[in-house]
């Protein structure tokens, strides 16, 4: 009986846990600027005309290197207020390439 009741405390203790992990951001524009060096890419959000994100790739999966003018779509986190990507597609190179974006 004690070990159900442990089993059952972890389970509800992990689930609590996961349910606190804050999900993913998504963004999806034109680059309007990406120094390769530092890793910092500035986007244009399309769902927010005028506003323009400046987001971190040092630790992001990256297909296509972006480039501006490039349409990509970012996953990213905002830890401390900072936007760190985890993964970049870019759409532009994708759609030249013939593999599909979806």
């Known amino acids: 009986m004690k070990a159900v009741r442990l089993s059952l405390c972890l389970v509800f203790g992990l689930c609590f846990l996961v349910s606190c992990v804050e999900s993913p ?13 530092s890793k910092i890419l500035v986007v244009a959000d399309e769902k927010a005309p005028g506003t323009e994100l400046t987001i971190s790739l040092a630790s992001a999966e990256v297909g296509a290197e972006p480039a501006p003018g490039d349409l990509v779509r970012v ?21 030249d390439s013939g593999q599909s974006g979806h």
């Open 75 to 95: 996953s990213f986190r905002e830890p401390a207020g900072q936007a760190v990507a985890i993964r970049v597609m870019n759409l532009t190179k994708q759609k």
């Open 25 to 37: 951001k998504v963004v999806q524009g034109k680059v309007q600027s990406y120094q390769a060096d």
